[in-house]
């Protein structure tokens, strides 16, 4: 995103090269907008050797199964934000295990976008779609489809390899 007015004091930005890269910044009051890729966590949760997709409701990858995930919110810990979403978009309460590993790619929607992904066991719930989610369900491991998002498959393949 490329600012046209500067957010703190109104004047007209501008795009120049700061520290190597193009930056929209404020020659006025030196601002410089920084870009970077957005924190989010993705949730493997795997029961009797099925792995709990979600069928999204939104872009990117509407349409799609794949792992319960959302943006970290402010305050939070990155195991609370994959608990909360995991809640959110499946109704089901869990507890992060162990990380499975942190990426960063480009999306449609977002930009870059930096997902870490943990291994969850869940304690309690009935899996039904929730927020952004039209359907939930347990794949078995050898089903589980090519997935939207490449972190997934990458995390999903660790697991494989660990467990
Ligand atoms: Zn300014």
């Not at 004047?11 to 009051?29: G, L, P, Q, Y």
């Not at 480009?106 to 719930?125: C, M, Q, R």
Request: net charge negative; glycine share 8%.
């Amino acid at each position: 995103m490329v600012f046209k007015y500067c957010p703190f004091c109104k004047s007209e930005m501008t795009v120049k090269k700061v520290e190597d890269r193009d930056r929209n910044i404020c020659e006025a009051c030196g601002y410089i907008h920084y870009e970077n890729p957005l924190p989010s966590v993705g949730i493997i949760a795997i029961k009797d050797g099925k792995c709990l997709l979600i069928k999204r409701g939104k872009e990117p990858g509407k349409g799609h199964w794949a792992p319960p995930s959302g943006f970290v919110e402010l305050g939070e810990t990155l195991e609370e934000a994959a608990a909360r979403e995991l809640k959110e978009e499946t109704g089901l309460i869990g507890h992060a295990l162990e990380l499975l590993g942190a990426y960063c790619e480009p999306n449609d929607v977002y930009g870059y976008v930096i997902t870490i992904i943990y291994l969850f066991e869940i304690d309690s719930g009935e899996a039904t779609a929730g927020d952004d989610a039209e359907e939930v369900k347990f794949v078995p491991l050898e089903e589980i489809p090519d997935m939207f998002f490449e972190c997934f498959n990458k995390a999903m393949k660790k697991y494989k390899e660990k467990h």
